[in-house]
């Protein structure tokens, strides 16, 4: 009797947890709604929502501080956000190239996902 009491309070945890972990996973904008299924095309359009938000010629102490306030981690001219769901990760990485002064010259965006 008492495992049948149970199991409707271990669903009810699994559920809670579930919905915890997609709760935290919530994207930032410039990730979020990507359209695409294949690797390629969720990079591709990451790329040219990139350049569309940064052009070449903006400044890239911007670039850096936007990403940075949007939960991406920065490194000198780079940028990951990696999110987790269950037993996928997917990660978004930006690297630019700065010229003087303080501007971007060139910038490239990619697209990861593994799945166990």
């Not at 972990?21 to 040219?48: H, I, M, N, Y």
């Not at 939960?71 to 999110?83: E, K, Q, V």
Request: glycine content about 8%.
């Amino acid at each position: 009797m008492r495992n049948a009491q149970a199991l409707p309070i271990y669903a009810t945890v699994i559920v809670v947890l579930i919905a915890a972990t997609w709760w935290s996973t919530r994207l930032p904008a410039l990730v979020d709604g990507l359209p695409g299924k294949k690797f390629t095309e969720v990079g591709s359009a990451f790329q040219q929502r990139l350049t569309a938000h940064y052009p070449v010629g903006s400044p890239a102490s911007a670039l850096a501080s936007d990403l940075r306030a949007a939960g991406f981690t920065t490194g000198a001219a780079s940028a990951t956000y990696s999110s987790r769901f269950l037993v996928c990760a997917k990660k978004w990485t930006a690297r630019w190239i700065v010229t003087p002064p303080d501007r971007i010259g060139a910038i490239v965006g990619g697209y990861s996902e593994t799945c166990l």
